[in-house]
Structure formats: C-alpha cells, structure tokens
C-alpha cells in the first residue's frame, strides 16, 4: 500500500509555512524528516492527520482520496506532546487503541493497572509509542519519538521499528538525526516550507543547511 500526500498549501497570517510537498510512504519503508526548528514538521504531520486543517492538501491511499484516513485505521498519529488521557491505565490504553494487552518493553516497575498520568514522561513515552507500532494502522507518523527517552529505551524502540516495519509505512521525525539516519530507509529533509529527499549522509545534511560544516 502507498500513502501519497500532495499539494500541501498552508499559511498562518498570510505567511507561508509550508507549499509545493509531495511525500509517497509505501508499507515496509521508514522514511524520516530532518529539519530545523519552525521549519514546519509538525505542521506537515498535523495537516497529514488532520489535527489542523490545509489551505489546500491531498492524501491518498493507493489512488484513493481520504479526507480523515485515521478513521478507517489506516493512520495514526504520535504527536509531540503526547495522546493518550491521563485517566486511562496502561491496560485500559490498550483497550482504548483496540488492541490485547502485553507487556510493554522497558516498563519493568508498572503494573498494568499502573494510570498514565503516574508514569513519567519517558515511560508514558515508551507506551505510546509500542502502541501505535502495535496497532492495525498501516501507516504512522512519528513525531519526536526519542526525545527525552534514555539510550536503552531509543534501542528499544528503534529495535521495535525494525520489527513492525514490513506491516506498516512508518513516518518520522526527530532531531536525534543519527537514529533517523541509522533506522530510516530514505531521508527527507523540510527547508524554506517544502521537503526534498537527500542522500542519507552528513555532507548531504550540511548542504541542505541542517547541520553546521565542520
Ligand atoms: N498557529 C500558529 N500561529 C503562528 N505561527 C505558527 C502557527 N503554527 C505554526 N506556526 C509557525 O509555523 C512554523 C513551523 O512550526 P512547526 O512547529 O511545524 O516547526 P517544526 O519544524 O516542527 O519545529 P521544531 O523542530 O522546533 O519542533 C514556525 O515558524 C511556527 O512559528
């Protein structure tokens, strides 16, 4: 399966922040995005999902136009800060996304009657993530898994990506840029509001501007 996202237009203010994107994921590939701060990912992931609405946007699954295409399961979204309710504990989270209950890499010292709101930012991370990457969705947008994860828990989920890559088209960004390098099989990079595909490598992050030459 295919997600294709085009004609992505979007102003704030009558600025422009992001215009002319085109992004194909294809089921069995990461692709990651590198960009500077404010260069617009988490406005094109918000727009992709529909959390925000475009000036103008097409999303499509092999062909086929989706307005919301998180309603027929086939998109899920990680957002920066976070998705799942406090109130809710980690086996009820589990409900929540519709999927049985096991345990959560990482989360040695909870309980599956742990709550959410008791676990710390990392923790509360850790499951988050597993649960998208366990869900039925086919695609996943990932925005700043690694921030604030220990390294053990960056390998897990990294290690977690690799596993469940071939059933999904996975989306992510991260200013962990050595992770995205090392767990992405292409690389985009958002710059000037558009995105262009550039060689996985540091020269070639230097010259789109997101790292400084040495
Ligand atoms: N509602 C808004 N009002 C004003 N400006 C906005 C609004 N939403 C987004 N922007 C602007 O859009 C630009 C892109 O922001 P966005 O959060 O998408 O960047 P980002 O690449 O995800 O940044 P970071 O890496 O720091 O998380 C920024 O310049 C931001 O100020």
């Known amino acids: 399966m295919k997600l294709e996202v085009d004609g992505v237009f979007f102003e704030v203010n009558g600025k422009t922040i992001l215009s002319d994107i085109y992004l194909d994921l294809k089921v069995g590939e990461v692709v990651g995005l590198l960009g500077r701060n404010g260069s617009g990912k988490t406005t094109l992931f918000d727009l ?9 946007m097409s999303v499509r699954i092999d062909g086929r136009p989706y307005k919301k295409p998180f309603k027929n399961q086939l998109l899920q979204y990680l957002p920066q800060y976070g998705y799942l309710p406090n109130f809710l504990t980690i086996s009820s989270a589990f409900e929540f996304m519709g999927i049985t209950y096991k345990a959560i890499e990482g989360l040695s010292d909870c309980s599956p009657k742990t709550k959410i709101g008791h676990l710390s930012f990392g923790q509360k991370r850790l499951v988050e993530i597993q649960l998208l990457l366990e869900s039925k969705s086919t695609f996943v947008l990932l925005d700043e898994p690694f921030s604030g994860l220990s390294p053990l828990s960056i390998e897990i989920i990294s290690a977690k990506i690799e596993s469940e890559k ?29 995105l262009k595909q550039i060689e996985k490598d540091p020269t070639a992050l230097e010259f789109a501007g997101y790292l400084s030459s040495t």
């Open 48 to 56: 992709i999902f529909g959390a925000r609405k475009a000036d103008d």
């Open 166 to 194: 071939d059933k999904k088209g996975i989306f992510i960004t991260d200013h962990m840029y050595g992770e995205i390098l090392s767990i992405s099989d292409r690389l985009m990079v958002m710059e000037s509001g558009t």
